[in-house]
């Protein structure tokens, strides 16, 4: 007597898409369209850098490309939306959490580039004297001295940040030496867009908006708000002249704002 076997369960496990995984697109792309209405600037995000472009479009295209194998290979629905949902989240998840949470660090300082700069620029001055009247012609003084040396950190010079590649940023950049010569390179009143993988870097020159020869890496960047300070290795010779402090996206390889400054 002959017999047969029953092909069902093979069926089932390879019909193209389940409704689970229909479901589960649908709620991914009416969070990515509502997260999109709360913030425009985030469309701008795939098209920031080459990179941008190949992590975003190339994952979709491996996404893709996955789902046809375990299709093929008759993977059930439930281990395709794990094996697809959970990289789809997590890496969604990274780029995108940053546009709608600020990290504000205040770190306390001896002093501040408002108040260097002013005191270098001497904007202090004697008030006139009322008795003496300004026609009379008054013997010459010697020249008063000098400010003192100031006994905390001297600045070496300072910028302000400018917004790069589409970025809105403010604030203050300086570099510090302190009293046991060592740099600093020290944040104020800093208002930038946050982003994934933030990174701070020294890079001679002015306007270098790019990490490249002679770049000092300074660590992650603490906070996209707020005061911060950043020692510069003691190997490193910040030399007179032009500089560039640089926040910079590993992720995405992408600029996102600048402080030119002049090292006295």
Request: charged share 15%.
């Amino acid at each position: 007597m002959a017999t047969t076997t029953s092909t069902a369960p093979r069926a089932d496990r390879t019909r193209p898409i389940s409704r689970l995984e229909i479901g589960a697109a649908v709620l991914f792309v009416v969070v990515l369209v509502v997260l999109t209405a709360l913030e425009p600037d985030i469309l701008q995000a795939p098209f920031e850098s080459p990179r941008a472009v190949v992590v975003t479009f190339g994952g979709a295209l491996l996404a893709v490309v996955a789902m046809a194998v375990m299709v093929r290979l008759g993977v059930r629905p439930v281990v395709r939306l794990l094996v697809i949902g959970i990289p789809a989240v997590a890496v969604s998840a990274w780029l995108l959490v940053p546009f709608f949470v600020n990290e504000r660090v205040y770190e306390d300082f001896a002093t501040s580039i408002e108040a260097e700069t002013a005191r270098a620029s001497g904007e202090t001055t004697a008030a006139p004297d009322p008795t003496v009247d300004p026609a009379t012609p008054t013997p010459e003084a010697p020249p008063p001295p000098g400010p003192p040396a100031p006994a905390g950190p001297v600045l070496l010079g300072s910028g302000t940040f400018v917004g790069l590649a589409g970025h809105d940023g403010t604030g203050d950049a300086g570099i510090f030496e302190l009293e046991d010569g060592s740099l600093v390179v020290r944040l104020e009143n800093l208002d930038i867009d946050n982003g994934p993988d933030l990174e701070l870097y020294l890079v001679p020159g002015e306007a270098s908006y790019s990490p490249g020869d002679g770049s000092v890496h300074l660590g992650g960047l603490k906070g996209n708000i707020g005061d911060q300070t950043y020692e510069i290795p003691r190997d490193v010779a910040v030399s007179p002249g032009p500089w560039t402090v640089l926040v910079w996206c590993e992720a995405f390889t992408v600029e996102f704002v600048g402080a030119s400054i002049t090292v006295a």
